[in-house]
T-cell receptor
């Protein structure tokens, strides 16, 4: 069964500092991996996704993620964090079941940005 | 139009009430999803409709009844809910539901409180 682990529940960074959010996955085949961001009381927005090709993926809002098969990881990075990046970040792994597309989310990492 | 619209944004209901949540998209997507999200937790899949047919039911109690009248509209009928059903209910859509790398477009959710 597919699963995702986000080891960090909370992370605090200063504005302008670099950011790395960790994600480890478990999946039998080539995984379809996603990072979503959620602001309080809102839906989720896709930041980026990986399913094949270049292992360094560029996303929106200056985010990038690197797929490392040997480490079963898909960590999210940003060189310089802005105060507006404060939100909940979810890593997810996608797969097709008998009924259709099923996305499994990690437990999330709450990002706080200090000014 | 790249929006998924959910109404109402907030709903308070008693345990004997019957209410419905509504979700609409006009992106031509043929797969629509209901997720339930408790506070500080990741979204959990409830139902998937693909081409207006229920394709995934994640063993959801019968007090939740989904309906997909057409490819643009998804409803969730609620009856005899319990206080533990209080959560943010998120609707999402994808192009077909048949590809694991499809991007989920989320609505901003209905915050439900059951008294």
């Amino acid at each position: 069964a597919q699963s995702v682990t986000q080891p960090d529940i909370h992370i605090t960074v200063s504005e302008g500092a670099s950011l790395e959010l960790r994600c480890n996955y478990s999946y039998g085949a080539t995984p379809y991996l996603f990072w979503y961001v959620q602001s309080p009381g809102q839906g989720l927005q896709l930041l980026l996704k990986y399913f094949s090709g270049d292992t360094l993926v560029q996303g929106i809002k200056g985010f990038e993620a690197e797929f490392k098969r040997s480490q079963s990881s898909f960590n999210l990075r940003k060189p310089s964090v802005h105060w507006s990046d404060a939100a909940e970040y979810f890593c997810a792994v996608g797969g097709l079941t008998g009924g259709g597309n099923k996305l499994t989310f990690g437990t999330g990492t709450q990002l706080k940005v200090e000014l | 139009d790249t929006e998924v619209t959910q109404t109402p944004k907030h709903l308070v209901m008693g345990m004997t009430n019957k209410k419905s949540l509504k979700c609409e998209q006009h992106m031509g997507h043929r797969a629509m999803y209901w997720y339930k999200q408790k506070a500080k937790k990741p979204p959990e899949l409830m139902f998937v409709y693909s081409y207006e047919k229920l394709s995934i039911n994640e063993s959801v109690p019968s007090r939740f009844s989904p309906e997909c009248p057409n490819s643009s509209l998804l409803n969730l009928h609620l009856h005899a809910l319990q206080p533990e059903d209080s959560a943010l209910y998120l609707c999402a859509s994808t192009l077909t539901g048949g590809e694991a790398n499809e991007k989920l477009f989320f609505g901003s959710g209905t915050q439900l409180s059951v008294l």
